[in-house]
């Protein structure tokens, strides 16, 4: 995948991995747009004039298509959509009370992605040549349990995006998926020590995103062994081992 001389549009660019891919689409020459709730407020955004920001809250149907039209209006030339928007919400699973983590997860992630590439993907028809990439997780594929509905959305995602490929093949637009592993944004820097540097991980994810034919997905070394856990055989000891998180719940 070409990455300069795009028109990029990151929809949860604001902050962490999103932010940081922007960035790196931007120094390689590309026009770069981010999107999320408030990006006036965003903190990592503050003085940076390399980024053009737009409003776009992905659970609001209307925010979404608002958001398509003032970007087409403003680069028409739009060519890769990156649907990174994400919350990752712990969850008692005893605790009926968890229904609204589980809610929200599923707008944001699920059906946040579902309505972005809706909302873009007849524009990017008629480009000559387009991506989308959207983003899963190493959680996807191995769950870690104090996190249920977010690993049931990312499972959704990848599932959603293999569709995706499958009925956008034969026109200009390609579909890749990023797995990220655990990556030291959002606080996992506070909380897990084993995350990857947010400059290493972007190091990797580009590399494997440039080399030669677009991957269908960048799955870097760190996200390798829960990507294909289940095929090494290594799938219920490592879920055994993720599950000791849960003792980190109250009363358990
Ligand atoms: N960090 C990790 O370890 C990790 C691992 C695997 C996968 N991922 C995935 O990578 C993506 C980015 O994660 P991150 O770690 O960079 O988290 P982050 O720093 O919290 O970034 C999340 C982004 O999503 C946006 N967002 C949240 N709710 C939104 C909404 N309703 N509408 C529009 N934008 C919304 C946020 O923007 P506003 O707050 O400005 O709206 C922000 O730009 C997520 O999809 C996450 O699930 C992360």
Not at 89 to 105: I, K, N, S, V
Not at 136 to 145: R, Y
Not at 171 to 182: H, I
Not at 191 to 218: I, M, R
């Amino acid at each position: 995948m070409d990455i300069s001389g795009r028109t990029v549009l990151v929809v949860g660019g604001t902050s962490g991995i999103g932010l940081g891919l922007a960035r790196r689409f931007a120094a390689a020459g590309s026009t770069v747009v981010v999107a999320g709730r408030a990006p006036g407020a965003a903190a990592g955004l503050a003085g940076d004039g390399s980024l053009d920001t737009v409003r776009m809250d992905v659970t609001d149907p209307g925010s979404v298509l608002r958001a398509r039209d003032e970007v087409l209006t403003r680069h028409p030339d739009l060519d890769v959509v990156v649907t990174m928007a994400g919350v990752m919400l712990f969850e008692d699973l005893r605790d009926p009370a968890h229904t609204a983590a589980a809610e929200t997860t599923i707008a944001v992630n699920l059906l946040g992605t579902i309505r972005v590439v809706d909302a873009f993907t007849p524009h990017l028809l008629t480009r000559e040549r387009a991506d989308v990439i959207t983003v899963s997780s190493g959680i996807a594929f191995l769950p870690f349990p104090l996190m249920p509905t977010y690993g049931a959305s990312k499972a959704g995602v990848h599932a959603y995006t293999e569709a995706l490929r499958a009925q956008l093949a034969g026109t200009g637009t390609t579909v890749t998926e990023l797995v990220p592993p655990a990556v030291a944004t959002a606080g996992q820097e506070l909380v897990n020590p084993a995350a990857l540097p947010l400059e290493d991980y972007l190091d990797e994810v580009l590399e494997l995103l440039t080399a030669g034919p677009t991957p269908d997905e960048v799955v870097v070394r760190a996200a390798q062994r829960l990507r294909w856990a289940e095929r090494d055989g290594t799938y219920a000891d490592l879920l055994r081992q993720r599950s000791q998180a849960l003792s980190t719940l109250p009363g358990r």
